[in-house]
Nanobody, 124 residues
Framework: QVQLVESGGGLVQSGGSLRLSCAAS????????MGWFRQAPGKEREFVGT????????FYADSVKGRFTISRDNAENTVFLFMNNLKPEDTAVYYC?????????????????WGQGTQVTVSS
């Protein structure tokens, strides 16, 4: 089992940047594919991106491709979401998730563990 704690959210102006962190407990962090999702009020949870166990590859939703970057530090049990050129439509609660399944996991149901989320608000 792994516990996830996100941090780094906040209020930022349109065009600004933020870095979210997700710290994982346990000694098997590198066993999990990690993902980021977001959920805006009144909307379903949306896939943002995912990174492989070795950090060798990442896959992003079209809506964030070229603006967001995921990285991970397996020695520090942490995954990051770097968000650049933020837009008001990026406003949401952002969640990190850990999945044991293999492959590129883009659906929330494919992930086994979730953090509590961190709010990101982008003002216009």
């Amino acid at each position: 089992q792994v516990q996830l704690v996100e941090s780094g959210g906040g209020l930022v102006q349109s065009g600004g940047s933020l870095r979210l962190s997700c710290a994982a407990s346990g000694r098997t962090f590198s066993s999990y594919r990690m993902g980021w999702f977001r959920q805006a009020p009144g909307k379903e949870r949306e896939f943002v991106g995912t990174i492989s166990r070795s950090a060798s590859s990442a896959f992003y939703a079209d809506s964030v491709k070229g603006r967001f970057t995921i990285s991970r530090d397996n020695a520090e049990n942490t995954v990051f979401l770097f968000m650049n050129n933020l837009k008001p439509e990026d406003t949401a609660v952002y969640y990190c998730a850990a999945g044991l399944s293999f492959g590129v996991l883009t659906r929330a149901a494919q992930y086994d563990y979730w953090g509590q989320g961190t709010q990101v608000t982008v003002s216009s």
